[in-house]
């Protein structure tokens, strides 16, 4: 009875195909079949999952030559007096630049751009 539900289901080719499909001198059932291996979805996730990784990975920057531009790109605090440049990150680096290299001025003077932050 329940091969004949699981036969409803199936296209009349796949009926046709399931009448003579046998393996080993088992005949295969819908059944069979179904639990059959599914193909390269678990190969496809991981692949897909490593990508993913990899790519955000690159995004990040990353050290070296790989993420020298992204590391430059954003060189925004430039000291008015020397002309120093720090990336906008670093404030903290900016700060100490002003106490050791302009002790006379304070950190709005150097850096106004970062002044307001």
Not at 10 to 28: E, F, I
């Amino acid at each position: 009875r329940q091969r004949a539900e699981d036969r409803r289901d199936l296209n009349s080719s796949d009926q046709r195909w399931l009448r003579h499909a046998h393996v080993g001198g088992v005949a295969l059932t819908p059944t069979l079949v179904a639990a059959m291996g599914g193909g390269n979805a678990q190969k496809t996730a991981m692949s897909r999952a490593k990508n993913m990784a990899k790519a955000k990975a690159e995004a990040a920057g990353g050290g070296g030559a790989a993420g020298k531009a992204q590391r430059t790109a954003a060189m925004d605090l430039k000291c008015s007096i020397c002309m120093q440049c720090f990336p906008n990150t670093q404030v903290k680096a900016a700060q100490a630049h002003v106490e050791s290299k302009h002790p006379k001025s304070d950190f709005a003077t150097c850096f106004p751009m970062a002044a307001s932050a």
